[in-house]
């Protein structure tokens, strides 16, 4: 059986209205894509934590107008180890479980967490704090079927406390529950271990034992510093940030790391190249069909 089971490209709402979603959903069926990640917080759909009926009914209709695995990114800002929001944040992740479930969607996305350089004389109780948001997550998704993918992130501010991707891997071992995989971003990976002048490639080898979904991109894993661009196009044009650019943009080896590295059964290969990139979208998705091929050819050799 293969590790990774599809691909495709990541979606959301332009403007906060599902009309804008809708038409993006329409251009990537017409491209032959078969999952989209949906960022359902690009939409009023959770207030307070629970969802509103009626617009999660609106986007259940539309979901299904589709044939798309789909897959959900939760919030962008998620931060389980802030003491201040921990809890309406977990209530907010549990009502968009309760979305995935309505339109079929059986893994989604949480941020790893942070603390800001004042913070710090926190850090081994932020680290108890995330492990028992997640656990929590973890045990309401289970009913429903529902992974939590775990996602690494890279340093944003000066002193900023983060897991590291082999310290986001310990995280999902140290939970222990069937329902909590570990997301590998391979950008932030890269620019992470720049950052801290780490082995980007051994980083990838301690989360892929336990790596259940991917988000791939490229770049050039060069931290952005304090560099701020006038246009997003600048940062592209020095190479600098989280670049979420086309694959062979960059300089990242994609088909070294796939034949390299295997993942966790059912794992989704979800680039996340946006609507800026269209008319690189499909090279991207006969490349990333290209690796899903290798890791399987490569997966094949190992077992015999």
Same mark, same amino acid.
């Given at each position: 059986?293969?590790?990774? &089971?599809?691909?495709?490209?990541?979606?959301?709402?332009?403007?906060?209205?599902?009309?804008?979603?809708?038409?993006?959903?329409?251009?990537?069926?017409?491209?032959?894509?078969?999952?989209?990640?949906?960022?359902?917080?690009?939409?009023?759909? &959770?207030?307070?934590?629970?969802?509103?009926?009626?617009?999660?009914?609106?986007?259940?209709?539309?979901?299904?107008?589709?044939?798309?695995?789909?897959?959900?990114?939760? =919030?962008?800002?998620?931060?389980?180890?802030?003491?201040?929001? /921990?809890?309406?944040?977990?209530?907010?992740?549990?009502?968009?479980?309760?979305?995935?479930?309505?339109?079929?969607?059986?893994? &989604?996305?949480?941020?790893?967490?942070?603390?800001?350089?004042?913070?710090?004389?926190?850090?081994?109780?932020?680290?108890?704090?995330?492990?028992?948001?997640?656990?929590? =997550? /973890?045990?309401? /998704?289970?009913?429903?079927?529902?992974?939590?993918?775990?996602?690494?992130?890279?340093?944003?501010?000066?002193?900023?406390?983060?897991?590291?991707?082999?310290?986001?891997?310990?995280?999902?071992?140290?939970?222990?529950?069937?329902?909590?995989?570990?997301?590998?971003?391979?950008? $932030?990976?890269?620019?992470?271990?720049?950052?801290?002048?780490?082995?980007?490639?051994?980083? =990838?080898?301690?989360?892929?034992?336990?790596?259940? $979904?991917?988000?791939?991109?490229?770049?050039?894993?060069?931290?952005?510093?304090?560099?701020?661009?006038?246009?997003?196009?600048?940062?592209? /044009?020095?190479?600098?940030?989280?670049? $979420?650019?086309?694959?062979?943009?960059?300089? &990242?080896?994609?088909?070294?790391?796939?034949?390299? =590295?295997?993942?966790?059964?059912?794992?989704?290969?979800?680039?996340?190249?946006?609507?800026?990139?269209?008319?690189?979208?499909?090279?991207?998705?006969?490349?990333?069909?290209?690796?899903?091929?290798?890791?399987?050819?490569?997966?094949?050799?190992?077992?015999?």
């Amino acid at each position: 059986m293969n590790s990774i &089971i599809s691909t495709g490209f990541n979606s959301g709402s332009s403007d906060g209205e599902l009309g804008s979603l809708e038409t993006d959903l329409r251009r990537l069926a017409d491209m032959g894509v078969d999952t989209v990640e949906l960022a359902l917080t690009t939409i009023d759909l &959770i207030a307070g934590g629970r969802a509103i009926e009626e617009r999660a009914e609106r986007l259940e209709a539309l979901t299904c107008q589709f044939p798309f695995r789909y897959t959900v990114h939760g =919030l962008v800002s998620s931060n389980f180890m802030d003491p201040a929001t /921990a809890r309406y944040q977990v209530d907010a992740a549990k009502a968009l479980v309760e979305v995935c479930d309505s339109i079929g969607a059986r893994v &989604i996305v949480q941020h790893g967490g942070h603390l800001r350089a004042d913070q710090l004389f926190e850090r081994a109780e932020a680290d108890r704090r995330e492990r028992e948001a997640l656990f929590e =997550l /973890a045990e309401f /998704a289970r009913p429903y079927g529902v992974r939590i993918a775990f996602e690494n992130i890279f340093t944003t501010e000066p002193g900023q406390y983060r897991q590291t991707p082999a310290e986001i891997a310990a995280t999902v071992k140290a939970v222990d529950h069937p329902n909590l995989v570990a997301l590998i971003d391979f950008s $932030h990976a890269y620019i992470e271990s720049t950052w801290r002048g780490l082995d980007f490639r051994d980083e =990838l080898r301690a989360m892929a034992p336990v790596a259940g $979904h991917l988000h791939v991109h490229d770049s050039f894993g060069r931290p952005q510093g304090f560099y701020k661009p006038y246009h997003p196009q600048e940062s592209t /044009a020095l190479g600098l940030g989280d670049l $979420h650019m086309p694959l062979g943009w960059g300089d &990242i080896d994609w088909e070294d790391i796939f034949s390299e =590295l295997t993942f966790l059964p059912d794992t989704v290969l979800m680039m996340e190249i946006g609507p800026r990139y269209r008319s690189e979208q499909p090279a991207c998705l006969e490349r990333a069909q290209q690796l899903m091929a290798l890791n399987a050819a490569q997966k094949s050799i190992a077992a015999e």
